[in-house]
Structures are given as C-alpha cells and as structure tokens.
C-alpha cells in the first residue's frame, strides 16, 4: 500500500471509529434522520473545506474563509429584502461576493506579492469588517433579521430528506475531484504545491495557479455560505467566525498536508465529516465549548505532526546540514 | 518624484510621512486630540501593545509569527486574577500568580519553539491551533465567566499607579520591557545570533549556532510579554476573563508591519516594535475620537495590515533599486 492510499485509509478509518463509537453509545445515530442531519452541518465546513484545500494544496493557505462567510451570508440577506426578487439571483449574488473576495486575495497575494497568511488574514479582517458595516441594525445595534423570500430559503430545505446543500456539497466534491485530477490545472496545482520552483521552471504558471485557487475557495466558500443562510433563514455577523478553522482542520485530519502537493477532495469530505461528529459527540456528552475549542487546536497540531513524523511529508523543508560537507540537504 | 520614493523608501521617512498625515488629518476634524488628557489614554494604550510588539519582535526576527498572543493574555490575566481573588490579594498570592503566569507562559513558549524547529511546522498554524487551545483553556479555568478584582493594593496599583503621581505604572514597565529587549539584541551574543538565524538560517547552522535554541527561545520571550501584557491589562479593567485581549494579536501584528519588520525576519530593532505599537494607538484612538464605530476597526486594522506590507515591500525594492522585471516568454523559449 502506498502511503497516499494509508493516509486515505487512516482518515477514512477515523470517521467509521468515530461512527462506530457513536453508534454504539445512542440508538437512534444511525436513524436516517439523525444521518442526514449530521450531513447538513458537515456541508457548510465541508464546502468550506473543498475551497481551502484547493490553496492548501497548491501550496499556499486562506485565513480569510470565515471573513468571505459572514460578508456573503449579510450580502444574501440584503439581496433577498429586495422585493420581488428570484431566490437564484440571491445565491448568484452570494457566489459571485464570494468569488469576488477570491479575487482580491489573489490580487494580492500574486501582484502586491504579500505572503498568503498574511495577505489572507488582513483581507479577512477587511471582509469581516465590511460583513459588519452592511450588517442590519436598529439604533445602532446590530440585529439578525429573519429572511422571509421564500424562493430563497426554499434553497435550504431538503428533497427526500437530502437537504440540498449537501446535495451541492457532494457534487461540488466530485466536481473538484475530477478537476484535480484529470485537467491540466490540477496537475499543476499539485506541482506548484511539491515545488514551486520546479514547477516554474517547467512551465506552470505560477500566478495562475495561486490565482484559480484562491477564485475556487471563494466560489465554494459563498455557495455554501448562501445556502448556509436559506437554511438558518437568518444572516448572522458570527456566521463565519467558527468555520474558517474548522475548515482547516478538517483538511489537516483529511490528509491535505499544510504546505502544500498532497491531498485531494476526498480527504476534504473526509475531514469534514471527522469533524462535524467529533464536535457533535462532544456536545451531545455535555462536554463544554472549551473542550471543542481545546480539541480543534489539539486535532491541527497532531495532524500535522503526524502528517511530517510518521509519514514523512514535507511540510515544510526542514534546514538540515550535514556536519563536514557544507551542503545543505532536506 | 525620485526624491520622494527614495524619501518613502528611509523608514523614518515613512514614519514622519504617516505621523503628519495623522496629525493633519486630527487638527482639521477633532482637535481634542491634542489634549494632554488624551496623549494620556493614548500612551497607555500604546504601553500594552507596545509590550507585547517587543516581545513579537523576537519571533518576527527568526523568521516566525505568534497569533496566540491574545490568548495568552487572557490566560495570565485569568491566573492571576484567580491567584490573587482566592488568596484576598495577599501579596504572597499575587507573587505566586504572577509566577504560575509566567511558567504557564514559558510552556507555551517551549511547546511553540519545539513544533516550529524539531518537528517544522509552519509557525503560524502551530500558533493559531494554540491559540484555540490557550482560549479553551481560559475557559476551563475561568468557567467562562468573568473574574472581577477587588482591591486597592497591588494587584490595583500594577496597572493604575502613578509613580511620581504622573507616569502610569504600564508605561514604566513597557519602557523597562523595550529598554531590556533592546540591550538584548543590541549588546548580547545571542542577539546576534538571533539576527543571524532570521538573516540566513542555513549560514548560521553552519557557523555552529543552534538555530533552533534561538527559535525556541524568542518564542518563550514572545509569550512571556505576552503574559505581561495580559496580566497589566486584568489590573487596568480589574477583571479578567475569556474575552480579555480578544483580538490583540491582530493590534499587535499590525504594529509589527506598520513599524516596517520584515516578517520573513532578520530585519528590524525595537525602535520599529515600539514605532509600531505608537502608531496603533495612536490610529486606534484617532477612530474613536471620529466617531467611527468599534466594528470598523477590524475593517481598518486589515486595511492598514496590507497597505503597510504592500509599502514595505514595494519601497524597499525601489530604494535597494531591484525593480523586479516580468520575464518575457521569448526568452523562455529562447
């Protein structure tokens, strides 16, 4: 077994444990309804995560993911007060803010040339700052206003029980897959994230691809932020707040190594699914919100650490030099 | 148009340039701001930062970054204000606070500097995962409510007293924090070393200096100011709690990049720290005095995060005269 298809095994192997744990300790886990549900909350993170992952693959990283949610999220809202107005032209508009605070990232990440974490978590302080400033508010105070067009919310019930995020999530997943492996961009996302020097050199338009990952991550951020929000029928500011990190860590514990060339979309729905039952077994065991906050932190440092020890992965190119010769070797 | 670019380019340059701007810009809309009384509030905004930006400063110049230093903040705060509650602000309880504070700080340290050197991760994904886990933490300790002090010996004297009946005790304590980091790096072996790991860390193994013990430990600085910080500030609001120091590490990162650091390290001395943190406070009180509502200063802070890096970076091409120049696809394929 090659160690690309261990770590899919070993992610794969923590989301059935979890389940299997869970399964055990409740009866109704395993309903359809709970199932489906448990689904619903992992959409959001999960598409949030397909996003990041597209950065974190080519190399680079988005902090900016829970800025891109919250603006996107008051956006829609304000779209849908607008009378008469379709509930597709309301997720458009979610989409394309979405798209459009990618775009800014790349802007500035491949012409200003700031490094990404940097440029991304100045940008989302920007885009959560903009979130508040359209936020609805009464006397000054800002109020979460229920959304009542109903052919936007209509976008976050369910057919048959799926709820149509999911639905999205799942086919987004698949659609991303296909483009990581099978077109020309995701190829070259992957060189970029190995080396990007290499990959220069050998032609891969560096920019470009930084750019397409960060207007990919925007797109799959402000689709699931729209739905999000027909969903909760309410735009909160705090929206995106948890999620950013979440994301991150899903794709850590997916297998989505932090610096870059490794990784796919499968471990990214993987991840997020790891995620959304830990975080919810802790809750239905009355463990308090600072467990959840321990425990996020705690899953991204020994992903990561597992991810460089046992499996080797260069997550960052470790300076080693060997004593006498003066070169320097990784 | 030379001239002003290579003006720009000097670092004072860009100081003088935004100081006047600033002052401009307050002696037209809100001239309150040239009070005393508030050159007052703003100096003791500035001490907290500026305490903290000394301490960042010694990450930023190995080449790392620090984004737990919010919550480590809140976490001394939190110890020692429960310290000092339960023992009835003893003195001995508020030593042994401020003593399990700094061991907590130095963990924190050790923790940050092993994960970025022993097992290479990047620094700030360790830093933001121990943020979460600091702040968890916090809310362990403090059961997620607010610990209020009431007292009016030290543990209100360390962030209220005026020594001299003037000078506030923060504003001592971060002159005798920036004075000591700058002997530190001015005067000592190890800040030299400290410039040599962030300069070129290949080089400086080379010449026998252990990197990675000058990582670890400006990691354990970083967080020990951090610690100071947060425990002034528990003394200045005389409560502590989860949402103390919420956020400061974007003040305080804004304050490394507009006190024009490099954050891919090597460069930089305290004056640009404390330049920083000056110029943070001062913007941050420029804002309230406008008017301008407390949402907005996330919205700001990010603006000035990117305009100040894409400055830094753009003069100092120019002034080094690298103009980077497009490689042309002719001769790539010549």
Redesign the interface.
Known sequence: MNKKNLRRVISAMLVIALAAVFARTSDHFLSARNILQLLREASFVGLVALGVSFVIIGGG?D?STGGIAALTGLVCARLSFIPGIPGIAVLLGGVLTGVACGAINAF?VTK????E???T??????????A??IAFRRN?I?ESRPILNKSFTVLGTHVGGVYYITIVWLVMTVLMMLVLTKTNFGLHTYAQGSNPKSAQMS?VNNNFIKSGGFLICGFCVGLGASMVVAYQSAAPVTLGSAVA?QA?AACVVGGIV??GGRGDAIGALLGSLFLTLILNGLMKYGL???????????I??LA??FD??FMKLP?????K?KPGT?K?GH | MKKVIKFLGNQWGQRVTILVLIMVVMAVFQQNFFKPANAMSILLAISLYGIMACGMLFVVLVGG?DLSVGSMAALTASILSIYADRSGYTMAGFLTGVLVSIAACILVGIVHGI?VTR????A???T??????I??????VTG?HFVHIIDDGIMYKLGNYRVFGQIPMPIVIFVLCAVICALILGTTVFGRRLYATGGN??AS??VGIKTDFSVIVSYIICSISAGIGGMILASMNMQAGPTTANGYE?NV?TAM?VGGLN??GGEGGVTGAVFGALLVGIINNMLILLGV?S?????????I??SA??LN?YTSRRSQGIVVEKTKKSD?KA
Not at chain 2, 128 to 133: D, V
Not at chain 2, 135 to 140: K, P, Q, R, T
Request: hydrophobic fraction near 60%; avoid cysteine.
């Open positions: 990283i902090l500035l200003v040339r700031l490094t974490f940097v440029a978590l100045a940008s989302g302080f920007v885009y959560s700052g903009l508040l400033i000054g800002i032609g990190f991150i932090l610096g308090s919100i600072a467990w959840q906050s321990i425990l996020q932190g705690g991204i440092i990561t650490t460089a020890q997550i960052k190119r470790r300076v030099v003066g320097e | 970054i994960l097992f290479a991760l990047p700030f994904v360790v933001l995962a121990t943020k979460y886990i702040y968890g933490v916090v809310l362990l997620g860390p290949v193994k080379l974007g990162l990049v954050l891919a509502p949402d907005m200063t996330t919205f700001v802070q990010g603006i995060i990117i890096v894409s970076m790539i």
